[in-house]
């Protein structure tokens, strides 16, 4: 694949500033409702599990007692996975601040995790083809926001082909068009491709810089 994904267009770029703010809102309203629908079943079920026992249903905490549970640990892990988006909207911001969605890649492969949902697997990669051929390094990637546990992990639509806004030897952002669904990635041999980042020229490595792609970040 090209060593600057900017250097392939696609007919119709994508209004990347638009998707910049499609995407933190995304975000801000995942967290935003996980967060709610956490809290209310973990203290919103105790109270109407004692209206409903003063009313003489008592069976009711017998349907209430598991979704309490559920509502506590599922507010623990929403908490907890704060920083973590925090850190990935962030980056994904930055990276579109600098780069635009004008690469289409029309086939994707999935490398691991392809069999997902058997079981969420620690990591998902995939490879990139564009339209002429030119293949992508193995590229670890993290949907933004998170799928539920109990969904797919790979974004939906992701095998009908993505946009991609930055540069694959650093870092980018995919935009899957068919489903709205964004996710960040870089090389997953991080060491490995450490050659074509020293070889990119200066203007490169600056930009990646701006897009505080330079380092490991998942």
């Known amino acids: 694949m090209s060593e600057n994904t900017q250097s392939a267009h696609a007919t119709g770029a994508l209004d990347t500033a638009a998707l910049r703010r499609k995407l933190t809102n995304g975000m801000w309203w995942a967290g ?3 967060t709610a629908v956490y809290a209310l079943m973990a203290f919103g079920g105790p109270a109407a599990g004692s209206a409903a026992n003063r009313a003489g249903m008592s069976w009711v905490f017998v349907i209430g007692g598991p ?5 506590i640990f599922g507010l623990i892990g929403s908490l907890k996975s704060i920083p973590v988006a925090i850190v990935l909207t962030k980056s994904c911001r930055r990276t579109l601040a600098q780069y635009s ?3 289409f890649c029309p086939r994707i492969t999935k490398v691991a995790g392809a069999e997902a949902t058997k079981g969420r697997p620690k990591s998902m990669t995939l490879t990139l ?9 193995l590229m670890r990637m993290n949907p933004v926001p998170r799928r539920g546990p109990w969904r797919n992990p790979w974004p939906e ?4 082909g993505v946009y991609i806004a930055g540069d694959l030897h650093f870092g980018a952002v995919g935009y899957v068009p068919s489903s709205g669904a964004f996710f960040l990635m870089q090389p997953d041999d991080w060491e490995a491709t450490e050659p074509g980042r020293k070889q990119a020229g200066p203007d490169r490595v600056a930009r990646a810089e701006r897009a505080d ?5 998942i």
């Open 129 to 137: 083809h564009t339209a002429d051929g030119q293949e992508s390094p």
């Open 32 to 34: 935003t409702r996980n």
């Open 101 to 103: 969605f004008d690469t």
């Open 67 to 71: 979704c309490i549970l559920i509502g």
């Open 157 to 160: 639509g992701i095998e009908n």
């Open 213 to 217: 792609l330079t380092r490991r970040i």
